[in-house]
Nanobody
Framework: QVQLVESGGGLVQAGASLRLSCAAS????????MGWFRQAPGKEREFVAA????????YYADSVKGRFTISRDNAKNTVSLQMNSLKPEDTAVYYC????????????????????WGQGTQVTVSL
């Protein structure tokens, strides 16, 4: 069992930065691939970024590549998402998720590959 709690969301202006954090409980965290997804009003939940067990491999959606950075600290059971150069289209609820059964990089963007989800944190980017 993994419990996930996100924090760090807020209201910022375009061009600003935010850092989201996800605190995980449970012994399987260090063996889980961790991901961030987001859901804007009226839209499907979409993949943002994912990171492998050791933190050595990271994957990003094209829309955030070069602006967002995912990282993890297995000693502290946390995963973070540094978001720079934010745009209004980044406005969404951001969710942290844990994938216990990694089946290859091609599966990371699929919501149904993730076994546990946090409650989400709101990010709003204004012009």
């Amino acid at each position: 069992q993994v419990q996930l709690v996100e924090s760090g969301g807020g209201l910022v202006q375009a061009g600003a930065s935010l850092r989201l954090s996800c605190a995980a409980s449970g012994r399987t965290f260090s063996r889980s691939v961790m991901g961030w997804f987001r859901q804007a009003p009226g839209k499907e939940r979409e993949f943002v970024a994912a990171i492998g067990w050791s933190g050595g491999s990271a994957y990003y959606a094209d829309s955030v590549k070069g602006r967002f950075t995912i990282s993890r600290d297995n000693a502290k059971n946390t995963v973070s998402l540094q978001m720079n150069s934010l745009k209004p289209e980044d406005t969404a609820v951001y969710y942290c998720a844990a994938n216990l059964y990694f089946r290859g990089a091609e599966s990371l963007a699929a919501r149904n590959e993730y076994n546990y989800w946090g409650q989400g944190t709101q990010v709003t980017v204004s012009l």
